[in-house]
């Protein structure tokens, strides 16, 4: 998977830094991408990367403000022109679905694939043979969500030299040993599965947290994931601001992932108060933990190959 920061900023657009949305590459593991939040303008960045709207299976929307949706109806629409046909499932807080509806049935928006829109409740909000996807509530001023990306543990590699000197034959009976299943040979032999396949794989954890005061929740969410994404609106000299407008520091975000035993962390939702020169200092207030800490910029993007995160 690969994670690509579309927007990074918080609140409003400024020249460094667009309103917030992610992409979580899915490409290699479902053919399809899912989006985390849509600021305005978003669908404008995305114009800057390789990523297909039609390819956008979900977006999950962490909560109503205008700096995480106000992209999405232009962007629901350019899917439709550029040829998306296929299902789009939005997942966010109640009042979603109103908007959208009145917004696209306003501006006689069409679009020629089906929408589903599902306002969530906490826990479990998608799960299929591949991934769980969990939400949460956080603290912000309005209600706002935080998700939890869970892959599942990985089919084991097929050791194709060992089924090789076992005599399977190429074809279904390959198939089937990856599968778990024992075959039995033409030959009347039995070869079991856990002979010709190595160990299962975990699979990955992301949290991908919205609008936030440091809280527990946030804690539960980002429990040993490789990478837990936190806004970083404030910087230590700034926190009563971040309390009273329902947002962390850059420090907040680093003792959840230190509580959490999360691998990596990721900052985002910048403050533009911060400009480019004033980046250095926010990562000296968090030089001393121990895990890497990025803080991210409009069209950064990261790969995460078993726990390992590193900027591309
Ligand atoms: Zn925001
Ligand atoms: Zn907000």
């Given at each position: 998977m690969q994670i690509l920061f579309l927007g990074t900023g918080a609140g409003m657009p400024s020249k460094q830094r667009n309103t917030s949305s992610m992409i979580l590459k899915l490409l290699e593991e479902r053919g399809s991408n899912w989006m985390f939040d849509c600021g305005e303008a978003t669908q404008h960045q995305i114009l800057?990367?390789?990523?297909?709207?039609?390819?956008?299976e979900k977006i999950f929307i962490t909560h109503l403000h205008g700096d995480h949706i106000y992209g999405l109806p232009g962007l629901l629409g350019s899917r439709s022109f550029l040829g998306g046909d296929e299902l789009l499932t939005i997942y966010g807080p109640k009042g979603i679905k109103d908007w959208l509806e009145v917004t696209l049935i306003t501006s006689q928006t069409h679009l020629k694939y089906p929408l589903k829109i599902i306002e969530i409740e906490e826990g479990i909000i998608f799960e299929d043979e591949q991934f769980i996807v969990e939400a949460r509530l956080l603290e912000h001023v309005v209600p706002c969500f935080g998700y939890r990306v869970t892959q599942k543990q990985l089919a084991p590699e097929l050791l194709i030299e060992k089924a090789d000197a076992l005599g399977v034959p190429r074809g279904p009976l390959l198939r089937l040993l990856k599968s778990g299943q024992d075959v039995e040979l033409p030959n009347g032999n039995v070869v079991r599965s856990s002979e010709v396949t190595g160990e299962p794989k975990e699979g990955f954890k992301l949290a991908v947290l919205g609008d936030?005061?440091?809280?527990?929740n946030s804690i539960l969410l980002a429990k040993e994931s490789d990478v837990l994404i936190h806004e970083g609106t404030f910087d230590t000299g700034t926190e009563e601001l971040a309390r009273e407008y329902g947002h962390s520091t850059i420090v907040d975000a680093a003792n959840v992932c230190e509580k959490a035993g999360a691998k990596n962390l990721i900052v985002n939702?910048?403050?533009?108060?911060?400009?480019p020169e004033d980046i250095k200092n926010l990562a000296v207030q968090v030089s001393e933990y121990n895990f890497p800490i990025y803080i991210a910029d409009d069209f950064n993007e990261f790969s995460c190959i078993n726990g390992k995160l590193d900027r591309i």
């Amino acid at each position: 998977m690969q994670i690509l920061f579309l927007g990074t900023g918080a609140g409003m657009p400024s020249k460094q830094r667009n309103t917030s949305s992610m992409i979580l590459k899915l490409l290699e593991e479902r053919g399809s991408n899912w989006m985390f939040d849509c600021g305005e303008a978003t669908q404008h960045q995305i114009l800057r990367t390789t990523v297909k709207p039609r390819k956008i299976e979900k977006i999950f929307i962490t909560h109503l403000h205008g700096d995480h949706i106000y992209g999405l109806p232009g962007l629901l629409g350019s899917r439709s022109f550029l040829g998306g046909d296929e299902l789009l499932t939005i997942y966010g807080p109640k009042g979603i679905k109103d908007w959208l509806e009145v917004t696209l049935i306003t501006s006689q928006t069409h679009l020629k694939y089906p929408l589903k829109i599902i306002e969530i409740e906490e826990g479990i909000i998608f799960e299929d043979e591949q991934f769980i996807v969990e939400a949460r509530l956080l603290e912000h001023v309005v209600p706002c969500f935080g998700y939890r990306v869970t892959q599942k543990q990985l089919a084991p590699e097929l050791l194709i030299e060992k089924a090789d000197a076992l005599g399977v034959p190429r074809g279904p009976l390959l198939r089937l040993l990856k599968s778990g299943q024992d075959v039995e040979l033409p030959n009347g032999n039995v070869v079991r599965s856990s002979e010709v396949t190595g160990e299962p794989k975990e699979g990955f954890k992301l949290a991908v947290l919205g609008d936030t005061r440091y809280c527990e929740n946030s804690i539960l969410l980002a429990k040993e994931s490789d990478v837990l994404i936190h806004e970083g609106t404030f910087d230590t000299g700034t926190e009563e601001l971040a309390r009273e407008y329902g947002h962390s520091t850059i420090v907040d975000a680093a003792n959840v992932c230190e509580k959490a035993g999360a691998k990596n962390l990721i900052v985002n939702h910048i403050s533009a108060r911060f400009m480019p020169e004033d980046i250095k200092n926010l990562a000296v207030q968090v030089s001393e933990y121990n895990f890497p800490i990025y803080i991210a910029d409009d069209f950064n993007e990261f790969s995460c190959i078993n726990g390992k995160l590193d900027r591309i």
